[in-house]
């Protein structure tokens, strides 16, 4: 099947083209036939580009004011003579969406029906800065592209394993069955996707295997992966929870909140943004948001950079140790994301201290990783492996978008692991 895959976001769609199936899936055939993005949307100079393997990118600047039109654009585009790669619209076979929020009404990916596009929308006070922009671009492919079926992929929902000592927070119990307020956790299709992608390169069942997985990149997070099933994960309510991120800072201490909007005299506003747009990297280095650029500074000695780099490094290892404990166990750590898969320095300086564990890291195969390459970065005698698997959260939209489809989509809720309501 040749699956459109769409992701939109406030002023941008990225989309690719996917061919799969089930057998694929399985093999691990998958094939990427185009990618691209629409940027800017709703100014004069909105830009598409199209990528195409062996081919020269093409890049259109014209003006695409919203959404519908900035997915017209990328139909267009598809079936462009010259620059496409269908011959006809109707060589799309199904769409898969990204959404980022499912909130407990979502323990799966689904079939988008006109219910379960009004529970999505339900969905949008949990993430109001996702979640109404992903509702645009689907309605806008469904007005679009009526006749194929659509597929709702929710970055929540492979932690919807978590049992509850994990996911309920030390709050009046009152704020969660009200309000929903619990931990949801994120980058749940990379987290799964790279579990898989372990399992397959240690050439073991994932059901055999304890891994802690390591999203880094602007966004940061880490799960902890039982069998193949998420019981804890960094991320909480929000993305703000957990490891320290490009401009996020993760965790702090939550009656710092009140106490610097009083003597900083912040509004609510001001105060979400300093903690997600000021704050992580950026706001202890006072360089950048960027770990390359930071890691420079560091290098040229730079002692915020320095510190920035000791912190990000450091909770990376103290949540390895503690997400060990959680699995009763481990056999693997993985490293994905631009950073997890790009930074050898981190990855070295993460896993600095863990040989008690069982981790013993291969400095020269820590260097030698290729782009887009899984590598064990281990040594061969090391009881707990090391890797680094390149993240494809398309894929697994695609991927369950064909599962959907077949009827064969599981989902990750466990029996008994609800918390009372």
């Avoid at 039109?69 to 799309?92: F, M, Y």
């Avoid at 307020?181 to 996707?193: D, M």
């Avoid at 979400?272 to 006072?286: D, E, P, R, T, V």
Wanted: charged residues 20%; glycine residues 8%; proline residues 5%.
């Amino acid at each position: 099947m040749k699956i459109l895959v769409l992701n939109c976001g406030s002023s941008s769609v990225k989309f690719q083209v996917i061919e799969t199936s089930l057998e694929a899936i399985e093999h691990n055939t998958d094939q990427t036939l185009a990618r691209g993005a629409v940027e800017k949307i709703g100014l004069p100079d909105s830009r598409l580009v199209l990528q195409v393997a062996d081919r020269k990118p093409y890049q259109e600047i014209c003006e695409i004011l919203e959404h519908r039109a900035a997915v017209e654009k990328v139909l267009k585009v598809l079936v462009h003579p010259e620059h496409g790669v269908l011959t006809d619209i109707s060589q799309i076979e199904a769409v898969g969406h990204r959404v980022v929020h499912g909130g407990e009404k979502f323990a799966s990916s689904v079939l988008v029906t006109d219910e379960v596009e009004a529970m999505i929308e339900e969905c949008v006070v949990l993430a109001p800065l996702h979640n109404p922009h992903n509702l645009r671009g689907l309605r806008a492919a469904r007005a679009l592209l009526p006749n194929v079926p659509h597929v709702a992929v929710f970055d929540t929902a492979y932690h919807q394993s978590m049992p509850s000592r994990a996911f309920i927070y030390g709050l009046p119990y009152e704020l969660y069955t009200r309000h929903g307020i619990r931990r949801y956790g994120f980058h749940g299709t990379s987290h799964r996707y790279v579990a898989i992608r372990t399992a397959a390169l240690l050439g073991k069942p994932l059901e055999t295997l304890k891994i802690v997985t390591c999203h880094l990149g602007n966004g940061c997070s880490m799960a902890a992966i039982d069998r193949g099933r998420s019981i804890d994960t960094s991320m909480g309510f929000t993305p703000l929870e957990g490891l320290l991120m490009g401009t996020r800072c993760g965790d702090l201490d939550p009656a710092i909140l009140p106490w610097v909007q009083a003597v900083e005299e912040l509004s609510l506003s001001q105060l979400n943004a300093m903690l997600n747009k000021h704050s992580g990297l950026y706001g202890i280095s006072g360089v950048s948001s960027d770990m390359r650029e930071v890691l420079a500074a560091a290098e040229a000695g730079n002692r915020r950079a320095q510190l920035a780099v000791e912190i990000f490094c450091y909770r990376i290892r103290k949540y390895i140790g503690a997400y060990a404990a959680a699995l009763g166990g481990l056999d693997a750590v993985t490293f994905t994301g631009g950073i997890g898969e790009n930074a050898p320095a981190i990855r070295a300086q993460s896993l600095q201290g863990l040989e008690f564990l069982g981790i013993k890291l291969d400095p020269t195969a820590n260097m030698a990783v290729k782009p887009q390459t899984p590598s064990l970065i281990s040594q061969k005698e090391s009881p707990v492996a090391v890797a680094v698997i390149p993240t494809n959260e398309e894929r697994v939209i695609a991927r369950d978008t064909v599962r959907v489809l077949a009827g064969v989509m599981p989902s990750f809720a466990v029996p008994g692991n609800e918390a009372p309501r």
